[in-house]
């Protein structure tokens, strides 16, 4: 169990603590919504939630497999619906990966896109993954 409390601080923001660590997250509502768009909006967050799980789930089946994923990218593009505007209509998802074997990588994308926000995600959201093979050429010295 994690615990996370959010607090409205006025003007369309609000403020939030992960309880283990003390972290804090702000969030505003994007301009177009009346809001000051200075930090990530809350679907901002579910966009980021998906890229940043499909990479540690990634890394996970990597490194059980002894495999170094180190300098892999993601890069995820929200597109919002627009009847009614209230909901995210697709997250386009590019992973960008160093190479590896064509044998592990069948698993390792299995792995991603089974990610626990990726399944926590409804039907109605459209998930579009690509991966991009050798395209990390820099790897960080061990």
Excluded at 25 to 48: I, Q, Y
Excluded at 59 to 70: K, P
Excluded at 99 to 125: F, H, M, Y
Aim: glycine residues 8%; proline residues 5%.
């Amino acid at each position: 169990m994690v615990e996370i409390r959010t607090v409205y601080e006025g003007q369309l923001r609000t403020r939030a603590v992960h309880g283990p660590s003390g972290q804090q997250v702000v969030t505003d509502a994007p301009v177009d919504n009346r809001g000051k768009g200075e930090s990530f909006s809350p679907t901002d967050l579910v966009a980021t939630a998906l890229g940043s799980c499909m990479l540690t789930i990634l890394a996970i089946a990597a490194e059980a497999r002894g495999l170094d994923v180190r300098g892999a990218r993601v890069r995820v593009v929200k597109h919002m619906g627009l009847e009614p505007r209230r909901h995210i209509a697709r997250l386009s998802v590019d992973l960008e990966l160093p190479d590896i074997e064509g044998s592990e990588r069948a698993a390792l994308e299995a792995a991603a896109k089974t990610c626990p926000v990726a399944e926590s995600l409804g039907a109605r959201l459209e998930q579009v993954v690509n991966f991009h093979w050798g395209a990390i050429t820099f790897r960080p010295e061990s």
